[in-house]
């Protein structure tokens, strides 16, 4: 049974940083393409960074340089460090995980999901 757990979310002041963590158990980690995607109410889900089995990162172009997508492998544990924060970046992040070492940074494309963690930024 996969799981996939987010932590590191909270509220921070415009600016500031946060970093969120996804734990990944029951699955193949280290071979598949992983990911985080964010979500406000009434919008679409939308993705943010994904980091491919040999390593690739890719972004949303509007938030490469200010978010950092990086993996653990003894850890099993997926981050995103997130920089000057901004209040627009204020939504619900998900960790989720595909079933191939491959896939372009599309909702559709990843089969696992965790619950999600709020980001609350403030001005």
């Known amino acids: 049974q996969v799981q996939l757990v987010e932590s590191g979310g909270g509220s921070v002041q415009a600016g500031g940083s946060l970093t969120l963590s996804c734990a990944a158990s029951g699955y193949i980690y280290n071979n598949y393409c992983m990911g985080w995607f964010r979500q406000v109410p009434g919008k679409e889900r939308e993705g943010v960074a994904k980091i491919d089995s040999v390593g690739d990162t890719d972004y949303v172009p509007s938030l490469e340089g200010r978010f950092t997508i990086s993996k653990d492998n003894a850890k099993n544990t997926l981050y995103l460090q997130m920089n000057s924060l901004k209040p627009e970046d204020t939504a619900m992040y998900y960790c989720?995980?595909?079933?191939?070492?491959?896939?372009?940074?599309?909702?559709?494309?990843?089969?696992?999901w965790g619950q999600g963690i709020q980001v609350t930024v403030s001005s």
């Open positions: 989720a995980a595909a079933d191939r070492g491959w896939v372009p940074l599309i909702k559709d494309e990843f089969k696992y």
